[in-house]
């Protein structure tokens, strides 16, 4: 708290959700009463609602959060499903110089989660980037992160290979980094400001915080595959800059034309493909955005 105020530094805790209402006012009111109503380490608590159909947006805002739902947000620009595209939009309804994301789904985590990302962010001594959360976890570190992220880090960026939870939900950064950088739509987002913050500003600019323990919701492999195919097109975009993976863009709320992940499902005892569209539309950076405005 003392470092914050001598700073004159202002704080945002954005949390995307979608269908997360047997979570989402837990973790909300949590960070409500220990950062807000006891102590005011957090200036804006915001949930982020994408497309949600059960209820979540009611419950965020019944235990105190600012609910924006995502396709309202700037509508002039459209919409597509996905975290990164939550994310994205948060920087147009938030002001905080730090932004902490925590994910909707948690069941077994701490509010400490808050103070360990915002500890980095807010000490007077270096300058800060980017604070990555790590921890334990049920199934051991993630299977998307153990079997495609950690190979391609090791290999392709090994610079890089000591974060632990490259895809951690639970992560601090600057506004005035996270509005320069293009932001994936879908769930390539925390790889993404990753790898462009060690390529921008280095190493000594991100910092990793172990947080003890943490447990979410699982996916089904099938869903997994595709965040996967995703992760692949966002490392494969900055190891061959200009690489291309799709069509022309389309416009926001029209069916991606591609690329596809064929996946297969047994139906009437025979082996039917069954193609799903892997996002990999970027949205241009928020400050670009702005500067067009402006002229």
């Not at 996905?82 to 069941?107: M, Y």
């Not at 692949?232 to 863009?249: D, Q, S, T, W």
């Not at 193609?275 to 949205?283: F, I, K, L, Y």
């Amino acid at each position: 708290m003392r470092w914050k105020q001598a700073r004159g530094i202002q704080t945002s805790v954005v949390i995307p959700a979608r269908n997360e209402a047997a979570t989402v006012g837990k973790i909300a009111s949590a960070i409500r009463d220990a950062f807000m109503t006891d102590e005011p380490l957090v200036d804006e608590l915001v949930v982020m609602d994408s497309d949600s159909t059960d209820g979540t947006a009611e419950v965020a805002a019944r235990v105190g959060a600012v609910v924006h739902k995502c396709r309202d947000v700037g509508e002039d620009l459209g919409a597509y499903p996905g975290k990164g595209e939550a994310l994205w939009k948060s920087l147009l309804v938030t002001t905080g110089d730090i932004l902490v994301f925590i994910d909707a789904d948690l069941i077994r985590w701490g509010t400490h989660f808050i103070t360990g990302l915002l500890g980095p962010m807010l000490h007077p001594a270096g300058e800060t980037f980017l604070v990555k959360g790590c921890y334990d976890r049920d199934a051991g570190g993630g299977r998307v992160t153990e079997l495609v992220v950690r190979p391609l880090l090791n290999l392709w960026w090994p610079e890089l290979a000591a974060v632990a939870q490259p895809l951690a939900g639970e992560w601090a950064v600057r506004r005035s980094l996270m509005e320069t950088l293009p932001i994936p739509v879908g769930y390539g987002v925390e790889l993404a400001v990753l790898l462009d913050t060690a390529q921008r500003h280095g190493l000594n600019a991100i910092a990793q915080v172990d947080l003890g323990e943490r447990s979410h919701q699982r996916q089904t492999d099938a869903d997994l595959a595709v965040m996967a195919a995703e992760l692949f097109v966002v490392a494969g975009r900055r190891r061959i800059p200009g690489l291309e993976v799709r069509p022309a863009a389309v416009a926001a709320d029209e069916v991606l034309a591609g690329p596809e992940l064929l996946q297969f499902v047994r139906e009437n005892g025979t082996l039917q493909p069954r193609p799903r569209a892997v996002p990999s539309v970027e949205r241009q950076p928020v400050s670009s955005l702005r500067l067009r405005v402006a002229g």
